[in-house]
C-alpha cells in the first residue's frame, strides 16, 4: 500500500514550472535595486508560494500543475476533487484485485460542475473498475491551476504574495508570535476573495 496516500489522500503529480510572481515583481515591491538580493528575493518568492499555494493558505492551485487523488474501493458514483480550480482529467489508476497497478480508460468518464467544485463519475453503462479492498485502491489525476503563466493568476491573490514578500524581506526576524500572526496586513482578506467553491 501507498502509505503517504492513504495518510494524505492527495498527493503532487507534477509540480508547476513557474512561479506566481517574478524577481522583477519582487523587487519592485521591496523598493530594491540591483542584483545584490536577488538570491534573497528568489528564496522569498519560493517561500511565499509554498506557503500559499495549492495545499497552503490559499487552498487552491495557482499556476497549472497536476495532482493525484486517492480513495477507496466502490466508491460513490461521483467524487468530488479536492483541489481547484480544475482544468481536465488526466488518468483514472487502480489497483485490479490482483494489486497491479492498472489504467483504466477516461473516455469512460464524466467531470462535472465547477472549475472551483468539481465532481468525477463514470458515464452511463459504466462503473467505476474493480478494485483490491485498500485504501488507495483508486487514483484520479487531474491538472489544476488558474493557467501556465503567472499572468494567469488573479492580481489579488499575487499581490498577497508580494505584500508576504515584502513583510519578510523587511522583517528578516521574527521576535513573537503576535508579530507574525498580524502582519502582512491584508493578506487573508485578499485569499478571502478566491477561498471557497463559489469562487467562478
Request: charged letters at 20%; proline letters at 6%; one cysteine or more.
Amino acid at each position: 500500500m501507498d502509505t503517504l496516500a492513504a495518510t494524505r489522500e492527495l498527493v503532487l503529480v507534477t509540480a508547476p514550472v513557474v512561479k506566481p510572481v517574478t524577481l522583477d515583481e519582487a523587487k519592485d515591491q521591496c523598493r530594491v535595486e540591483g542584483s545584490d538580493d536577488d538570491v534573497l528575493l528568489t528564496r522569498l518568492i519560493a517561500v511565499a508560494t509554498a506557503y500559499t499555494d495549492a495545499q497552503g493558505a490559499l487552498g487552491q492551485a495557482m499556476i497549472t500543475q497536476t495532482w493525484g487523488q486517492w480513495i477507496g474501493p466502490n466508491p460513490a458514483q461521483s467524487v468530488p476533487l479536492r483541489m481547484g480550480p480544475l482544468q481536465d482529467l488526466v488518468a483514472i489508476r487502480y489497483y485490479d484485485e490482483d494489486g497491479v497497478l492498472q489504467d483504466d480508460d477516461i473516455a469512460n468518464y464524466n467531470v462535472f460542475g465547477t472549475p472551483f467544485s468539481s465532481f468525477v463519475g463514470p458515464k452511463s453503462n459504466f462503473n467505476w473498475p474493480s478494485t483490491q479492498d485498500r485504501a488507495d485502491a483508486i487514483k484520479i489525476e487531474y491538472q489544476v491551476g488558474f493557467g501556465d503563466a503567472a499572468s494567469d493568476v488573479p492580481d489579488t491573490i499575487r499581490h498577497a504574495m508580494l505584500m508576504m514578500v515584502g513583510h519578510w524581506y523587511e522583517n528578516r526576524e521574527q521576535t513573537g508570535f503576535d508579530e507574525l500572526s498580524q502582519v502582512p496586513f491584508g493578506f487573508e482578506a485578499l485569499l478571502n476573495m478566491h477561498r471557497g467553491s463559489w469562487y467562478g
